[in-house]
């Protein structure tokens, strides 16, 4: 049987309970429905488990501040990310003082982040790059050291059995946080369905194409345990693809025009992340170290933010 509602949300992570909770919040009335093939929501990316939790806010991640030909550090997209992490910060605020997310905010806890580098040419670009940052008043904080008593004195597993003779240096922003986004997941899905969504759990989309009315027919397959295995269908008058590492897959499904359904998931921007090593989560602080090679600006085609929204038109 074929029904129409107004969003569908494909994947049950941070990115599709985001932009579900702002929806219920700027068009109430709105029907909407989320599709994830896993039996709980925030298991892959979204599960603290498989990602650093630094929510991206520029403070350590190196790739967000790149070097110029001329030596110089270019800052302005480190600036613009803290500045979004700020915003969603904001609209986290704004959702627990409503009621919709735990008043005390227990996803967010304070955690300095640290970047550690090795090498004199490493340690001379960080130092240029706390220079750069600091300047700016969302940076003040940033306190750089190439001192490996200080670095010991920040984070002790980071400095324990390296070579004396090796220069090091590491930058520390007291002001970071670790973000627990499969708590806020969960959370951001529960207020979702109180507020009348619905969650289908194990229900994979296998199939996406956009009508001639422009509205979109999804096909969804029920993967539970000896469910029927004929594919339910769904249109939806708009489309977000949150599916994560399976956004593309979804995006390709024949029919679905790329052009307007683009898939670029945060995780593929992330690719490059690894976990924090357990070590360093142990001093609880959430580091990083610098590539050996200079730091590259995110590769264009994999957007920052966005997975990708089809309006019906
Ligand atoms: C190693 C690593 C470290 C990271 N570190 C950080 C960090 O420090 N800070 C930060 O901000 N971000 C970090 N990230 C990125 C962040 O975790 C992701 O950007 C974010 O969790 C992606 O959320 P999502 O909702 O797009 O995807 P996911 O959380 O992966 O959710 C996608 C969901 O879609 C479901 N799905 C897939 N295909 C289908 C389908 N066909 N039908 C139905 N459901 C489907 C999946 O089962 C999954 O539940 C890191 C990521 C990784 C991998």
């Not at 939806?236 to 956004?247: D, L, T």
């Not at 090593?277 to 966005?306: H, I, L, V």
Request: aromatic residues 6%; charged residues 25%; contains cysteine.
């Amino acid at each position: 049987m074929e029904e129409t509602v107004d969003v569908a949300l494909i994947g049950g992570g941070i990115m599709s309970s985001t932009l579900g909770a702002m929806i219920k919040l700027l068009e109430p009335t709105w029907s909407v429905q989320i599709f994830e093939r896993l039996d709980q929501v925030a298991q892959e990316s979204s599960n603290p488990w498989n990602n650093a939790g630094t929510g991206h806010a520029a403070l350590c991640e190196l790739n967000y501040t790149p070097e110029r030909a001329d030596g110089s550090i270019d800052t302005s997209k480190a600036v613009t990310i803290n500045e979004q992490f700020e915003a969603s910060r904001e609209f986290w605020h704004h959702l627990a003082t409503a009621g919709h997310l735990d008043r005390d905010q227990t996803f967010l806890s304070r955690t300095p982040h640290m970047t550690l580098v090795r090498g004199a040419e490493n340690v001379d670009y960080l130092r240029r790059r706390h220079e750069a940052l600091v300047a700016h008043p969302l940076f003040s904080d940033l306190e750089f050291s190439d001192d490996p008593a200080v670095i010991r004195e920040w984070a002790p597993l980071l400095v324990e059995g390296r070579d004396p003779q090796e220069p090091i240096a590491a930058t520390r922003a007291e002001s970071g946080t670790d973000v627990d986004f499969g708590s806020l997941t969960r959370q951001l899905s529960e207020f979702l369905v109180e507020d009348g969504a619905e969650l289908h759990l194990q229900h994979q989309v296998t199939a996406l194409k956009q009508r001639k009315d422009g509205t979109w027919r999804i096909k969804v397959k029920d993967v539970s345990w000896n469910a029927d295995p004929r594919p339910r269908t769904v249109n939806a008058r708009f489309v977000f693809v949150g599916a994560g590492g399976g956004a593309l897959p979804c995006s390709r499904s024949p029919g679905s025009p790329r052009s307007r359904a683009t898939a670029a998931s945060r995780s593929a921007a992330s690719s490059s992340a690894r976990p924090t090593p357990r070590s360093s989560r142990s001093t609880g602080r959430r580091s990083t170290a610098r590539p050996t090679s200079a730091p590259r600006p995110c590769p264009s085609r994999t957007s920052t933010r966005a997975s990708s929204t089809a309006r019906a038109t």
